[in-house]
Nanobody, 122 residues
């Protein structure tokens, strides 16, 4: 059974960098054919895909967030990390990590973290 758990600060000031870590158990993040994804849901809105890092280590980001997004990984800890720079209150959302079992193709996820609330406010 694969489990994902998000961690990071719940409050970030405007213009700062949001940093969240997803710890994975029950499966390796270096396994091919999987894409380890970050997704968010702003209050009152739908899910928004942010980006992913594949088992190979390659990354792909949402075009609307690409200039501010970086996803990296620590294979020794089986963790992957989201960094979103220059945040504004519009980045306030519940942030999820999830596994895409189709190497990033389509909007398919078979395992999700529980989600973590991040609020951007001074």
């Amino acid at each position: 059974q694969v489990q994902l758990q998000e961690s990071g600060p719940g409050l970030v000031k405007p213009s700062q960098t949001l940093s969240l870590t997803c710890t994975v158990s029950g499966g390796s993040i270096t396994t091919n054919h999987y894409a380890w994804s970050w997704i968010r849901q702003p209050p009152g809105k739908g899910l928004e895909w942010i980006g992913y890092i594949r088992g190979s280590g390659s990354t792909y980001y949402s075009p609307s967030l690409k200039s501010r997004t970086s996803i990296s990984r620590d294979t020794s800890k089986n963790q992957f990390t989201l960094q979103l720079s220059s945040v504004t209150p519009e980045d306030t959302a519940v942030y999820y990590c999830a596994r895409n079992p189709k190497d990033g193709l389509g909007d398919h996820y078979d395992y999700w973290g529980q989600g973590t609330q991040v609020t951007v406010s001074s």
